[in-house]
């Protein structure tokens, strides 16, 4: 597998397996596009997710489960942006983050892991997308665990930080600006993908994707 071009690629690189914070790297026409980034990541660092592409795993290594506040390690789709503004302008399908907006952490419920209005009867978990702070005022979806393989993690997002050096519940937080500039840059023509890891799958990585120079 190479890097094609015009392909958008982010990667996201922490040192181990517990670093809560990492370094984002954005990469299109084989070349970086902008300075890295510093971005914080899952409170218990990292575990190896569901993506569009298996990497190989190593006994012993971490699992991505549910609720295990764990970031996501794997070659994953982008999908949309969403964000709390009606009329944003994007190359990506954009969702509005609307008070009855929610997405589905139950993994008994037929929605797990999807952005949904919410139902009638609603699930047992679930987060809501129009929240009472900044975080989610501007977000990107990660297309991790879409086969909905239950209690294997849901609802991982690229979103606003907390603060500098908070860490998430899984997911990849970064400035408001950082995060405008990157929403701004992806193209769903281009096929965007975020490829999250550790220093140990890296050389795996460059394997699959040579063209990766930083």
């Known amino acids: 597998m190479f890097v094609f071009a015009g392909e958008q690629i982010i990667l996201v690189l922490g040192n181990d397996y517990n670093s809560t914070k990492a370094k984002l790297y954005c990469f299109e026409d084989r070349a970086q596009v902008f300075e890295p980034i510093k971005v914080n990541v899952g409170k218990n660092g990292f575990g190896l997710g569901l993506g569009k592409i298996s990497l190989f795993t190593k006994e012993n290594e971490p699992i991505k489960h549910e609720g295990d506040k764990k970031a996501p390690i794997g070659i994953f789709t982008l999908d949309a942006i ?7 302008k994007f190359k990506m399908p954009y969702i ?3 008070k009855d907006l929610i997405c589905v952490d139950d993994s008994d ?4 892991n999807k952005i949904i209005q919410e139902p009638k009867i609603k699930p047992k978990s679930f987060e809501e997308m129009r929240r009472d702070d900044a975080q989610y005022e501007l977000g990107i979806v990660v297309g991790h665990n879409k086969e909905q393989i239950k209690k294997r993690g849901s609802c991982i997002f690229m979103h606003v930080q907390k603060s500098k050096d908070a860490p998430t519940a899984g997911c990849t937080s970064m400035t408001l600006e950082e995060i405008e500039k990157i929403a701004s840059w992806l193209e ?8 999250q890891i550790t220093k140990f799958q890296l050389e795996e990585v460059l394997r699959l994707y040579p063209s990766l120079k930083f």
């Open 82 to 88: 969403f964000g709390y503004k009606k009329d944003l």
């Open 96 to 98: 509005q983050a609307k």
């Open 109 to 112: 419920s037929e929605f797990y």
């Open 188 to 195: 769903e023509s281009k096929n965007p993908i975020l490829i």
